[in-house]
């Protein structure tokens, strides 16, 4: 069964940058979708960005919510194995807990209410990310 870790969470000031990592255990990680999806203390879960499956011949495609559209980049490293989550000019409201998702097929869902209510799957255990003054 796919395992999946997320590091780089931490607290950081407003206007400053983190990356969170989602490493995956196997190697086919690459044939699936990678969301990350974020929840705020007493706030439902939005999904965030998602890099979609990729092959020799296909390349990944990225999706971003609205509310990240600009500061936040998404990128699989050259193993396939690890996704990125660049993520810049932080806000306040970028704070939560941002888990690592590998699914199927809800790449164009992100910025939609799929993952508010739904929880497909396999799930990290999830980073926390506090951005504050």
């Known amino acids: 069964q796919v395992q999946l870790v997320e590091s780089g969470g931490g607290l950081v000031q407003p206007g400053g940058s983190l990356r969170l990592s989602c490493a995956a255990s196997?190697?086919?990680?690459?044939?699936?979708?990678i969301v990350w999806v974020r929840q705020a203390p007493g706030k439902e879960r939005e999904g965030v960005s998602c890099i979609s499956s990729t092959t020799s011949s296909t390349p990944s495609s990225t999706y971003y919510a609205d509310s990240v559209k600009g500061r936040f980049t998404i990128s699989r490293d050259s193993a396939k194995t690890t996704v990125f989550l660049q993520m810049d000019s932080l806000k306040p409201e970028d704070s939560g807990v941002y888990y690592c998702?590998?699914?199927?097929?809800?790449?164009?869902?992100?910025?939609?209410?799929?993952?508010?209510?739904?929880?497909?799957?396999?799930w990290g255990q999830g980073t926390q990310v506090t951005v504050s003054s």
């Open positions: 998702v590998l699914d199927i097929g809800t790449c164009a869902l992100v910025s939609t209410d799929y993952y508010r209510t739904t929880r497909t799957g396999y």
């Open positions: 196997d190697i086919t990680a690459n044939y699936y979708d």
